[in-house]
């Protein structure tokens, strides 16, 4: 590190050229480069990613995505097959097909099925399939066109809405009539919000430093992506992640290297280069380490058979890389020509936070055990909340909070009907009698109804839409679902079934069935970067397990708050949602991982490197918090304030997320870092050290020479 930082500092112009042509590229590729990004989440080779690409082909809709449901209560004394009531809602449609040409439509208006009906006959409700054209947002644009088609529209004077899953996600995301906050304030109040930490923690001008390294590093990012997502397909989720992951790594390695440059500066006969050069050996070092562990954590999801995660891996693999990069070469540079200007204001001043850090961890070190128990014991009943874990959608009623699409809701859920139209099977009959399907399927235990309209029969192939008694995407919606590939299978002809709650089925065995196998990977990988970082077989052991208690502790806080409804009504306005969104685990894992190990590598790295000159555990711990207390808290709360910002916008989902990574990492900054990261090396003494000479020699680094 001294050597590349010596020759950053003997080529500034150079350095600087560089980065300004990759930033200036970079904002230039941002937009190609987001429309160069695949929408697909399909995982080929599933039952239901077969289903849905030969629906799509043949049907030209449908598939992976979720129906519009049109809905209409009827008064009372008027039925279904009250006079006029069918040619009346067989207008209904046909304008819901005039704005929605490439619609496949079935109701009780087309079929005189009984299964689109309730039981006392006053609520019918229709089919719309409409093409799957993937993306972030599925499906909404089009919800808004039914909706629209059908402004004004009655059936026996009752109003017919359009509602289903994009159609309620649609009137979230809109904040429609549920008090979100638009997505301008929630960046202002999280840029605000960063800012003033920034100022906080260095009360001078050095406060832009780190959201300099950040516009630098984000847009650079892109540009790397750019030709990666041209030549093959790249998720669209990278774009949030560079954003995301990139704005906080950038700030979070700044923060360390100019807060000990600042120390350096201190030190008496110091020049700036030399104190630079300084910062670096140390600062840098674990920024390096750092970013690694983040890359790794993301890179190792090319272990999931789905190719989009694995695209997520490998893209997001870029995001830490670029951030170190501008860490070690940019920053020393910014710190040499106008480092002392902007923080003139600072020198001289003592650190009383970093005295008030240290107090506190002269607290902990006494009383370590009390401390270690305590923190432990909250952890662990956050990881037992995570063991009950129920993934799948939403809940209906907890997308959105009012407006058409939920009064649509609210009354198929009071007929008696239930949320299963707005998550059917689609089941494909590619050869055999589709009549026989049908008479097979609607003795499911767990199905409404099975309907074949004739109109969706092209040739030798049949669809039937399958609809359960339950949400589709629920526990009990997919066993369901079990059961019907159950029953198909013995069938005669070829049957297989498809539609969005089955693609996402499909997506939950995929990934969570190699799931462990990912996490013993990334685990095992991390373990191996940091004993060589750290000269030690028990520190990067323990910093293993407390980001795995992190990770589980922060998964905890989401179904405490959403499945269990503990807080969420008080706060937002949202019951329980009764299950968690399947890939909101896996994001928020290699989220938390790599940003948690960030403040493990930048404490034990400085605990390392006090006991390396004191010899005695305690005065290393006192240190290392002491030191970096601040800094880790600062980093927490800049990213907590973003993710608070993001929880008071509308959607459920994010509204999900938010409060996942938000409170994961303020619980990781303070409970785990601030508490029993310190109690438990406290506890653990001189073996914190220890490193025998055959596993230093396969690290390639000196063996502790520690006694224990």
């Known amino acids: 590190?001294?050597?590349?930082?010596?020759?950053?500092?003997?080529?500034?112009?150079?350095?600087?050229?560089?980065?300004?042509?990759?930033?200036?590229?970079?904002?230039?590729?941002?937009?190609?480069?987001?429309?160069?990004?695949?929408?697909?989440?399909?995982?080929?080779?599933?039952?239901?990613?077969?289903?849905?690409s030969r629906i799509a082909e043949v049907y030209g809709n449908g598939g992976d995505v979720a129906p519009i449901v049109p809905v209409v209560t009827l008064p009372r004394g008027t039925t279904v097959d009250s006079p006029g009531v069918a040619a009346e809602l067989g207008a209904a449609m046909a304008k819901v097909k005039t704005a929605l040409p490439a619609a496949r439509i079935a109701s009780y208006a087309s079929t005189h099925d009984r299964g689109f009906v309730s039981g006392d006959g006053r609520t019918t409700f229709a089919l719309v399939a409409i093409p799957a054209l993937g993306g972030v947002n599925p499906?909404?644009?089009?919800?808004?066109?039914?909706?629209?088609?059908?402004?004004?529209?009655?059936?026996?004077?009752?109003?017919?809405r359009a509602t289903g899953l994009d159609a309620l996600r649609e009137a979230a995301a809109n904040g429609e009539h549920a008090g979100g906050a638009s997505l301008a304030v929630e960046a202002l109040v999280a840029g605000v919000g960063a800012l003033l930490v920034l100022v906080f923690v260095f009360a001078s001008w050095m406060a832009i430093v780190p959201l300099l390294m950040a516009i630098v590093a984000i847009p650079t990012t892109f540009l790397l992506i750019w030709p990666l997502a041209t030549a093959t397909d790249v998720s669209v989720i990278v774009k949030f992640l560079a954003a995301l992951i990139g704005l906080a790594i950038a700030i979070d390695y700044s923060l360390l290297v100019v807060v000990r440059w600042r120390e350096e500066r201190l030190r008496e006969?110091?020049?700036?280069?030399?104190?630079?050069?300084?910062?670096?050996?140390?600062a840098g070092r674990a920024v390096v380490f750092s970013g690694s562990t983040v890359g790794i954590s993301l890179l190792a999801l090319v272990a999931l058979p789905v190719p989009f995660l694995r695209s997520l891996g490998i893209a997001g693999m870029l995001i830490p890389l670029v951030s170190v990069a501008v860490a070690v070469t940019l920053l020393p540079v910014v710190l040499a020509t106008v480092g002392p200007r902007l923080d003139r204001r600072h020198t001289g001043r003592t650190d009383h936070a970093g005295r008030g850090w240290s107090a506190w961890a002269r607290i902990i070190v006494r009383h370590r055990w009390a401390a270690a128990v305590t923190s432990a014991a909250v952890l662990g009943a956050l990881v037992l909340a995570a063991s009950t874990i129920q993934l799948g959608n939403p809940r209906a009623d907890s997308l959105?909070?009012?407006?058409?699409?939920?009064?649509?809701?609210?009354?198929?859920?009071?007929?008696?009907?239930?949320?299963?139209?707005?998550?059917?099977f689609d089941t494909l009959v590619r050869s055999g009698d589709p009549e026989v399907v049908v008479h097979a399927l609607s003795g499911v235990d767990g199905v409404r109804a099975a309907v074949a309209p004739r109109a969706w029969r092209r040739g030798a192939t049949a669809l039937l839409a399958v609809i359960p008694t339950q949400d589709g995407n629920s526990p009990a919606g997919r066993a369901t679902l079990d059961r019907v590939r159950a029953v198909t299978s013995e069938l005669p002809g070829k049957v297989v079934t498809g539609g969005e709650a089955a693609q996402s089925a499909d997506f939950l065995d995929a990934v969570y069935g190699n799931f462990p196998l990912v996490i013993a990977l990334i685990s095992a990988l991390t373990f191996v970067l940091l004993a060589r970082a750290f000269r030690s077989l028990i520190l990067p052991l323990k910093a293993v397990l407390l980001n795995l208690l992190s990770v589980g502790a922060a998964w905890g806080l989401m179904v405490l708050v959403w499945q269990h409804g503990v807080g969420s009504q008080?706060?937002?306005?949202?019951?329980?949602?009764g299950s968690i969104n399947v890939e909101m685990p896996i994001v928020v894992f290699a989220f938390l991982f790599g940003i948690s190990m960030d403040y493990q590598v930048f404490i034990i790295s400085r605990m390392r490197e006090a006991f390396d000159r004191t010899g005695s555990t305690e005065a290393a711990v006192i240190e290392g918090i002491g030191r970096t207390g601040r800094l880790v808290t600062s980093a927490a709360l800049i990213l907590g304030l973003a993710f608070v910002a993001m929880s008071a916008g509308p959607g459920t989902e994010a509204k999900m997320f938010a409060t996942a990574l938000g409170g994961g990492i303020l619980l990781d900054a303070t409970l785990v870092r601030g508490v029993l990261a310190p109690a438990a090396v406290a506890i653990m003494g001189r073996w914190n050290w220890w490193l025998p000479r055959r596993p230093a020699r396969v690290l390639r680094v000196a063996p502790s020479g520690v006694g224990v």
């Open 1 to 52: 590190m001294a050597a590349l930082t010596r020759w950053v500092l003997g080529h500034k112009k150079l350095v600087v050229g560089v980065w300004l042509v990759l930033a200036i590229g970079g904002f230039a590729a941002m937009k190609p480069a987001g429309d160069a990004l695949s929408t697909s989440f399909t995982i080929p080779g599933s039952e239901a990613s077969s289903a849905n």
């Open 139 to 160: 499906g909404q644009a089009e919800a808004r066109k039914a909706q629209q088609a059908l402004a004004g529209v009655t059936v026996a004077g009752a109003p017919v």
């Open 269 to 282: 006969n110091t020049t700036n280069e030399a104190a630079i050069v300084k910062a670096m050996e140390h």
């Open 400 to 424: 959105a909070q009012a407006g058409p699409a939920r009064a649509g809701l609210d009354q198929l859920v009071d007929s008696g009907i239930g949320t299963g139209p707005l998550s059917p």
């Open 570 to 577: 008080a706060i937002w306005g949202i019951g329980a949602t």
